[in-house]
């Protein structure tokens, strides 16, 4: 066979152009250290020689606060040219108070005002950095390639993003699946820990759907593309991954928005608080410059800035290892404050899928035999009930039976001179009490039931249902003490949905329901108890997806909810809903403490400031010190409270 290949294009994250602040940079490391020690070297050097102590502190100031300078007043330039307004930011609050002790001479000062808001700012991008590295290890997932197969056999490597709907494509063991399709041809075990996070390969063979961005096994098949690389599961995946790294929460957009107001008053105030020295306190120039350079230190927003931020970045990280994807942290600021949340049924609540759950058969008639007969018949039929019977009794012995499918009456076959038939309990006529109301009971408890036949008389039936997901009941357990009205939604008939209801313990259960009138009743939730939540698995849930205030959707699901959903449940493990639900309340939690600390510490430090009781030296320890006690109560979020290990 011939094989033949093409270079591959060079193909850039959607992100790689953005600007942003890269504090963790080689240069600005090498730096930083470069003014740590030079600020050592002026702190050893002071007693013997001033000039080289100061010397040192001003180079101190210069590398270790090369980024702190450059973003102070590069960033300020900026935004005031976009803004068409002036738009300062702490940086360059910072880098002032720093030139400002220069100018009365306070070297040492200045540079460890630098050295540790350096310091500081340092900590704040490891907790970024950390909920990026969480998150975009997937991005180096992204599949970049696939060998096509033409329709004389030869293969070719070609770009991903060339393949289209309906090529072939060959996936060899140990490769990545290039993109979303079904299997032609070949057997394997997949590795699709990426898309839901199962660390157990799954098993794949000829029509099984396979995922782009997984992992191959050992064996070969070839594939049907079903879907553009830009419309696959994975693809989606990183597309909320992007959002979640720039969406943050109402309060830390809030913050972020307010931060140039607050540094342009504090700018406006820094005359007056310059003034005040000689005029009002009594103060000399030099006391009442240096006291004003402790002010601008003082009310510095550094650890108010980092309150919201630090803890939303973490949350997102701590979610997104236990399998929870999340748009934003504006999302989250939305589920913790839910007063409802309605689950669609099949799917969500339940497997989507029917089970045995109970069978009864005839006393006196070998049950073996008959379970043979029974399970010859299903195989030849389609119906989803056929397959959960077959299933269900895996160990049988094969027999060669002709079957015909009558519309209304179900299979019926001949076997050693005897009739049999499989239908509905309204097609049979000669049914003994017993089965009459074994067939109430179980039809009482929500299962579908069938009735096995020989010679039109009833000698057994089959009990089916679709049961229940694991920890689903735990979940609306959860949900209900934590004080939210839960409601699940299904088509189903009302008893079968009262049924299930009940099991999982529901407040309420709305059935008979259309498709198209699950966001209307999405609406009048949400009219009735408030901010309300909306679990689906399918694409007729979409529009009640975008209706609720937070959209919630099951990973394995269409891949069309995960366009319209804010957060993504990429297990199918509802666990994991009611742990971001009680994350997303800690994280309130957290920091509105960061903010109120920060706000007490300002207060406090200018106090002091006014009163004579503070100088640069104290105003930076506890100042950038605070910022570092918010970012590390931050960190705090990146942890798994201990009931959950």
């Not at 701590?318 to 939305?334: C, E, R």
């Amino acid at each position: 066979m011939e094989k033949r290949s093409v270079p591959l294009h060079d193909l850039d994250n959607a992100h790689s152009h953005e600007h942003v602040h890269n504090h963790g940079g080689k240069l600005t490391i090498i730096l930083f250290f470069v003014g740590f020690a030079a600020f050592l070297a002026g702190f050893i050097l002071e007693g013997s020689s001033s000039f080289y102590s100061s010397m040192a502190f001003i180079l101190s100031v210069v590398t270790a606060g090369y980024h702190i300078i450059l973003e102070g007043v590069g960033d300020t330039i900026r935004n005031s040219h976009s803004a068409k307004k002036f738009q300062p930011n702490v940086h360059f609050l910072m880098a002032l108070a720093a030139a400002g002790a220069i100018v009365i001479g306070k070297y040492e000062e200045a540079a460890m005002l630098i050295v540790i808001f350096a310091a500081a700012h340092f900590l704040e991008d490891y907790v970024d950095g950390k909920s990026k590295r969480e998150i975009t290890h997937l991005l180096n997932l992204n599949p970049t390639e696939a060998r096509i197969v033409y329709p004389d056999g030869s293969t070719q490597i070609v770009p991903v993003d060339v393949v289209k709907t309906g090529d072939t494509l060959q996936v060899l063991n140990g490769a990545q699946v290039p993109t979303d399709g079904v299997i032609l041809s070949g057997n394997t075990a997949i590795d699709e820990s990426s898309i839901n996070g199962e660390s157990i390969p799954k098993e794949k063979t000829f029509g099984d759907e396979v995922y782009g961005g997984t992992i191959n096994g050992s064996g070969t098949f070839t594939m049907k593309v079903t879907k553009d690389s830009s419309e696959t599961v994975f693809s989606k995946i990183l597309q909320l991954v992007r959002q979640s790294q720039e969406s943050l929460t109402k309060t830390a957009t809030l913050i972020q928005r307010l931060e140039p107001k607050y540094v342009t008053i504090v700018l406006a105030l820094f005359p007056f608080v310059l003034l005040a020295g000689p005029y009002i306190f009594g103060w000399s120039w030099e006391v009442s410059l240096y006291r004003s350079m402790v002010y601008l230190i003082s009310v510095s927003p550094c650890a108010l800035a980092a309150s919201a931020v630090s803890t939303t970045l973490a949350t997102i990280s701590n979610l997104s290892k236990k399998g929870v994807l999340v748009k934003g942290g504006a999302y989250l600021s939305k589920l913790q404050g839910l007063k409802a949340i309605s689950f669609d049924k099949t799917g969500t609540l339940t497997n989507g899928k029917p089970v045995v759950t109970d069978f009864v058969f005839e006393q006196g008639l070998d049950q073996n035999e008959l379970i043979d007969i029974l399970v010859a018949m299903e195989k030849q039929s389609n119906h989803p009930l056929a397959t959960a019977i077959i299933t269900s009794f895996p160990e049988t012995r094969a027999l060669q039976l002709d079957v015909a499918n009558q519309v209304g009456r179900g299979l019926s076959t001949n076997y050693v001179g005897n009739s049999y038939r499989i239908g509905k309990p309204v097609s049979f006529e000669k049914v003994s009490f017993i089965y009459k109301e074994k067939e109430k009971q179980f039809s009482a408890e929500g299962k579908t039931v069938v009735f096995f036949g020989k010679n039109e008389t009833v000698i057994g039936l089959i009990a089916l249902m679709d049961v229940l997901i694991q920890d689903a009941k735990a979940a609306i357990s959860y949900f209900k003490e934590a004080g939210l009205h839960t409601t699940m939604i299904t088509g189903d008939a009302k008893l079968t949905g009262e049924t299930v209801g009940k099991q999982i313990g529901v407040d309420e259960v709305i059935a008979n329901v259309m498709p198209e009138d699950k966001a209307k009743i999405v609406k009048e939730q949400q009219e009735e108890y408030g901010s309300t939540a909306m679990l689906g698995d399918g694409i007729n849930d979409a529009p009640a997806l975008v209706t609720a205030d937070v959209g919630i959707a099951m990973g394995e699901g269409t891949g069309v909810e995960i366009d319209v959903a804010d957060l993504v449940l990429m297990k199918n493990d509802l666990s994991k809903l009611a742990y971001a639900h009680q994350l997303s309340k800690k994280m309130d939690k957290i920091t509105w403490q960061n903010i109120a600390f920060s706000i007490v510490v300002v207060l406090t430090l200018v106090t002091l400031n006014l009163l004579g009781k503070m100088d640069i030296t104290i105003g930076v320890i506890l100042h950038e010190g605070s910022t570092i006690l918010v970012i590390l109560n931050a960190l705090r979020m990146l942890k798994t409270p201990k009931k959950y290990l």
